[in-house]
């Protein structure tokens, strides 16, 4: 007989991952438990790892631009105009009006697809199936403009550096206009079968709280930190790409909670829908590629240049050495950073919260590997 | 090879040369082999080969001289993005006064840039923000291979997962780190991806070996 | 009463379905028959490879430039040409193009300064073999094969 059998022992070490539906994606967390309830985790981290910032070094500035898109594989277009922004910023290059405005309308679109497809899979996390259907239908929609715009739905490659490669086609401003119309009372329909849900409250409710100040030691950005009740957003604080010419709000909400969350996530969509409305009613003629010259070779230099992505502040730290290729590229992942925080939200809570809080903090797995 | 002066003061790495350009291209090793010049290879340089950086002034750039001397070496902006180069040792001091005392209360990233070719070997770089102040500050400094500066998780818990990160890509060890592993490349992995004398097309045979049971990942 | 009513008549249960028969309207169903039916595929899309021929004597448009494999960030294009001494132009005698490792961002196709290379509208590229995902100039010509999957 042995001294000690494991029901003596209180704490039991659960995997969960990398294979779990609920990790969205290749997340390995080691849990720590006390029968239901969570003492500690453990990331596990990198199956997705593919070496993005050393692709970058090898690769001339305009071939690197694809290969953004495969970070964050949801929000691709925000991943693209990061990286854009960033190289124009070093070349000092100036992007015309138009492509501006096409930018800021795509973005949107990829800001609402994204958020569409974190509530449907979130919902099913929880156990709602229902709105994943809905989401995948507006989502969609979305995705069929990307198509008709740039000929690829998820990984668009959408702009170039100094504007875009693709004129918009016959019928894009209709298209997101019709986008919009159909797509807020949808929101509505959403919201009719969640916000007042009460399994979904009793789920969320109170659930991975995160204060505003433990958000900023986390450098926790996005929908997480607007959840505690900063008002802060890229946009706004610092506005990229003509975003101080649309008029929105920037939502927040109190407890920092996962309900809360949800909630900024469902204003969020429809602030975007109002940004595509202003820019698609607004959009300027005009040329859509800057002149920034068929080699694109930037003077040696370095900038960090950050935008609002879906998830929180995307970065690139781009240094140039002068030559055609970047000397190095940095992201700064807003997934990889904000899930840093699940241990602090998942501490003490139970298993079952462990999904709900993986879910809430809308990681993409390509995005934190990289 | 040429350039390796780095004049006094200077705002920036003074390398990046054509040599260095060419170093970087894809299948070259560090090794100052002769690369085949590439069409897109930029031929020597001409004028200026380093950042042209001005110098910052702003009130806070001279309370941090004042505050602490000779260890702020430069404070200068370049396309409007102000950043600091101090001592490796100064660095965190710097940071928990500007946290402190300035508000910038929100550490965006931490991460490293490898110049192989000068003696003080990476640039460490840590990006921070101020939410009030709604302005972005750079700490750089330079430090040597096998250095060991002191880690930020002190001052700023983000700095945790991103100084594993910095760790696991350029083997810089952080002294002080409560959890210094490997995040995204497997624990057992040899060698530091991010160096640039870690070519693209280099792995560790062994590991790959071992737990895909395949000759190569190629 | 008026509940019980509701009860035996099944009220609910003809409203639940009102929704679903609403529902039916062929407008709203997207179910696309593929094999039988093509889908719908945007007119941008970017699918398989072609190299265009000219329709009217069915050469090549493509000037063996090589700006595409240049272009490329897999770097998966091989352009072999060999100069016509008559012409004095380089005339293309080989393209391969590996499918595998393409991640049809468009770059080659923007770089081609003749419209020779193009990522079209066809998105059946499946092959048995590793060996079969590389396109030579015959197939990059003549497009993928089989050309239409039967159901
Ligand atoms: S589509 Fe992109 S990856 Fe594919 S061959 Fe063209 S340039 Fe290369
Ligand atoms: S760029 Fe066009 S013309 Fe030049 S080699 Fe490629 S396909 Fe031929």
Redesign the pocket.
């Known amino acids: 007989m042995p001294d000690s059998t494991f029901l003596d022992s209180t704490e039991l070490v659960l995997n969960m991952g990398p294979q779990h539906p609920s990790t969205h994606g290749v997340l390995r967390v080691i849990l720590k438990l006390d029968g239901e309830k969570v003492l500690g985790t453990d990331c596990v981290l990198g199956y997705l790892h593919r070496g993005v910032e050393k692709i970058a070094e090898n690769r001339t500035y305009a071939q690197f631009n694809?290969y953004v898109d495969r970070m964050d594989y949801v929000a691709a277009i925000s991943n693209g105009l990061g990286y854009c922004l960033a190289v124009e910023k070093l070349l000092n290059a100036e992007v015309p009006a138009r492509a501006q405005a096409v930018r800021v309308i795509l973005t949107e679109l990829n800001r609402v697809a994204s958020h569409l497809l974190w509530l449907g899979t979130h919902a099913l996390d929880i156990g709602a199936i229902t709105p994943l259907f809905y989401c995948m239908r507006e989502r969609e929609a979305a995705l069929t403009i990307f198509e008709k715009y740039c000929g690829a739905r998820l990984t668009t490659h959408a702009f170039r550096i100094g504007g875009l490669q693709y004129e918009t086609y016959e019928g894009f401003e209709q298209e997101c206009k019709d986008f919009c119309d159909m797509f807020l009372p949808k929101v509505d329909e959403y919201e009719e079968l969640l916000t007042a849900n009460r399994i979904w409250m009793a789920r969320l409710q109170g659930v991975g709280v995160l204060s505003a100040e433990e958000c900023k030691e986390y450098g926790v950005t996005g929908p997480v930190l607007r959840a505690a009740g900063e008002k802060w957003d890229l946009r706004k604080a610092q506005p990229y790409s003509g975003y101080e010419k649309y008029d929105f709000d920037i939502p927040t909400c109190q407890n920092g909670d996962t309900y809360d969350r949800y909630m900024i996530r469902m204003q969020e969509m429809r602030q975007a829908v109002r940004i595509i409305r202003q820019a698609v009613d607004a959009l300027p003629a005009g040329p859509i590629m800057g002149k920034v010259g068929k080699v694109i070779k930037p003077p040696v230099g370095e900038a960090y240049v950050s935008i609002e992505a879906p998830k929180g502040e995307l970065g690139y730290y781009i240094v140039s050495d002068g030559s055609t290729q970047p000397y190095r590229v940095r992201v700064r992942p807003p997934s990889f950073v904000n899930l840093q925080a699940l241990d602090r939200m998942i501490r003490g809570g139970l298993v079952a919260d462990v999904v709900a809080i993986i879910g809430t903090l809308d990681i993409v797995l390509g995005e934190v590997d990289r | 090879m040429p350039d390796e002066q780095k004049p006094e003061g200077s705002p920036a790495p003074s390398e990046g040369g054509g040599s260095e350009a060419q170093q970087a291209k894809p299948p070259a090793p560090a090794t100052p082999k002769p690369v085949p010049p590439k069409p897109a290879a930029p031929p020597a340089p001409k004028p200026p080969a380093v950042m042209m950086a001005t110098p910052w002034t702003a009130p806070l750039a001279e309370d941090l001289k004042a505050r602490f001397g000779d260890a702020i070496k430069d404070t200068s902006t370049y396309v409007g993005q102000n950043f600091v180069v101090t001592t490796p040792e100064a660095a965190i001091p710097v940071m928990e006064y500007l946290k402190v005392e300035a508000d910038f209360d929100y550490l965006v990233d931490v991460t490293a840039v490898d110049w192989p070719k000068r003696p003080e070997r990476f640039d460490l770089v840590y990006i921070l923000y101020s939410f009030a102040r709604n302005e972005r500050v750079r700490i750089k400094t330079y430090i040597k291979d096998g250095d060991k500066p002191k880690t930020a998780v002190g001052v700023h818990l983000t700095a945790n997962w991103l100084e594993r990160e910095v760790f696991d890509m350029f083997g810089i060890e952080f002294d002080g780190h409560p959890d210094l592993r490997r995040i995204l490349m497997p624990d057992e992995w040899e060698g530091h991806p991010l160096r640039k004398d870690y070519s693209i097309l280099k792995q560790d045979q062994r590991w790959v070996r071992e737990n895909l049971a395949i000759e190569s990942g190629q | 009463m008026g509940s019980l009513l509701r009860k035996i008549f099944l009220v609910d249960l003809f409203q639940g379905l009102g929704v679903t028969f609403r529902n039916q309207n062929p407008k709203y169903i997207c179910t696309e028959q593929y094999p039988a039916e093509r889908p719908r595929i945007a007119e941008r899309y970017?699918g398989a490879?072609r190299l265009n021929r000219n329709p009217e004597n069915g050469e090549t448009l493509c000037i063996a430039c090589n700006l595409?494999a240049l272009?490329?960030?897999?770097t998966?294009?091989v352009v072999t040409s060999e100069r016509n001494e008559q012409t004095k132009r380089k005339d293309l005698t080989n393209f391969t193009?590996d499918t595998s490792r393409?991640?049809?961002?468009?770059?080659?196709?923007d770089a081609c300064p003749v419209d020779a290379l193009e990522?079209t509208q066809d998105f059946e590229m499946a092959s048995y073999t590793r060996e079969g995902q590389v396109w030579d100039r015959q197939a990059l010509e003549e497009g993928p094969r089989p050309k239409q999957y039967k159901c």
């Open positions: 694809p | 970017r490879p595409c272009a490329c960030p897999e998966l294009i193009y393409c991640m049809f961002c468009g770059l080659c196709e990522l």
